[in-house]
Structure formats: C-alpha cells, structure tokens
C-alpha cells in the first residue's frame, strides 16, 4: 500500500535534490543522503562508489562539466512508498546543448532507494544510466 505523506516528503526531497545539482550546491546534493550510501553511476568505478565521502567525490567532476551549459532536468517522476522503505525512478534531460540537440529524445534514467531513519528520509542508493545509443545497438544486431 502506498502512503500519499511520504509519497509527497519524498517528492520533495528529490525537487531540492535536484535543484542542488543544477546549480552545482554539494551541501544540498548530500542533504537528503546515508552515510553508507552505494551509488552505480554513468562513469566508472563499475562496481560503484559506497560511502557519503566518495559519493561527494563524484559530484565535483560532474559540477565542472555541468557548469560549460550542460542541463540536469527532471521530465518524469515516480514515486513508491511504503511505511520505512521506498523507491523512485526518473527520466532526466542530462547533456550539453550540443548532445541534446543531437540526440533530443534521450534520457538519463535515474533510480532512487530511499530508507526512513529517525523519521527522515535518506537516500540510501542512487543508480544513473544511459541506453545504449542507436548506432551500439545497431553494430550488434
């Protein structure tokens, strides 16, 4: 069964969360996270980082790129409640004008854990992915 309240806290935590990325706030993007968080992101390491400190890290790199005009730019979100655990996916306009311009259709596919501590919401996993694009599929086929 899904709870509306935390349906709603949760949605709200992601707007803030998402803002923070967008305007390159690290204090805003840890907010809402664990300590022991595991993020599987876009870029290496392929097993992922754990821990809010390399979390942290990952940020820095991405603010740099992000600051040359790319867009981080939520279209579509759900989210899935229940009393102590939680989950949300999302589809991001995620690129450099030149790449979305290119490419216009294509998403970052974002999916979120989320555990209620103490009465709060934290993220506890975070996962970023890309379909393969258009011409990897068609060498494959």
């Known amino acids: 069964m899904n709870d509306l309240r935390s349906e709603s806290e949760i949605m709200s935590l992601i707007d803030r969360w998402a803002r923070a990325v967008h305007v390159g706030d690290i204090e ?5 996270h664990a300590d022991d968080i595991v993020m599987f992101d876009v870029p290496p390491p392929d097993a992922g980082v754990r821990g809010l400190a390399r979390y942290r890290a990952t940020w820095l790199p991405f603010f740099e790129w992000q600051a040359g005009g790319a867009v981080f730019e939520p279209v579509e ?9 939680a989950f949300a996916f999302l589809l991001l306009r995620c690129g450099t004008p030149e790449e979305l311009a290119r490419v216009p259709d294509r998403r970052l596919r974002l999916t979120l854990g989320f555990r209620r501590v103490d009465g709060r919401w934290q993220v506890t996993h975070e996962h970023h992915s890309f379909a393969l694009a258009q011409e990897a599929d068609d060498e494959h086929a």
Request: no cysteine; hydrophobic share 50%.
């Open 77 to 85: 979100t759900t989210v899935t409640a229940g009393a102590d655990v």
């Open 28 to 32: 805003g993007v840890l907010l809402d």
